[in-house]
């Protein structure tokens, strides 16, 4: 089992930046790969970053990218998503999820076995 846990979300005017937290405990030794996915009220939810843990490779939805930063720290277990000039459209429940090698999609929410509960971000305009 992962634990996860995120933190760093808020309220922030447009064009502002944020910093997401996620913390993983327990048997991280197994994870392949930690993402950040969002959800909207009344939509799906959906990709927005992922890292692979031992390479650090990464892959971005086209709608952050050049705005959203992923990255991790393996000594600490942690992985951080940097969000810069943020939009009305990126409010949304943040949530921080772990899979271990499986060979399945890593842009797809299915393919995640481990999900923390979520931080909030709301972007006024």
């Known amino acids: 089992q992962v634990q996860l846990v995120e933190s760093g979300g808020g309220l922030v005017q447009a064009g502002g930046s944020l910093r997401l937290s996620c913390a993983a405990s327990?048997?991280?030794?197994?994870?392949?790969?930690m993402g950040w996915f969002r959800q909207a009220p009344g939509k799906e939810r959906e990709f927005v970053a992922v890292?692979?843990?031992?390479?650090?490779?990464?892959i971005y939805a086209d709608s952050v990218k050049g705005r959203f930063t992923i990255s991790r720290d393996v000594a600490k277990n942690m992985v951080y998503l940097q969000m810069n000039s943020l939009k009305p459209e990126d409010t949304a429940v943040y949530l921080c999820?772990?899979?271990?090698?499986?060979?399945?999609?890593?842009?797809?929410?299915?393919?995640?076995?481990?999900w923390g509960q979520g931080t909030q971000v709301t972007v006024s305009s």
């Open positions: 890292i692979r843990w031992g390479s650090g490779t990464t």
């Open positions: 327990g048997r991280t030794f197994s994870m392949y790969a």
């Open positions: 999820a772990a899979n271990p090698p499986n060979g399945r999609s890593l842009t797809s929410g299915p393919s995640y076995d481990y």
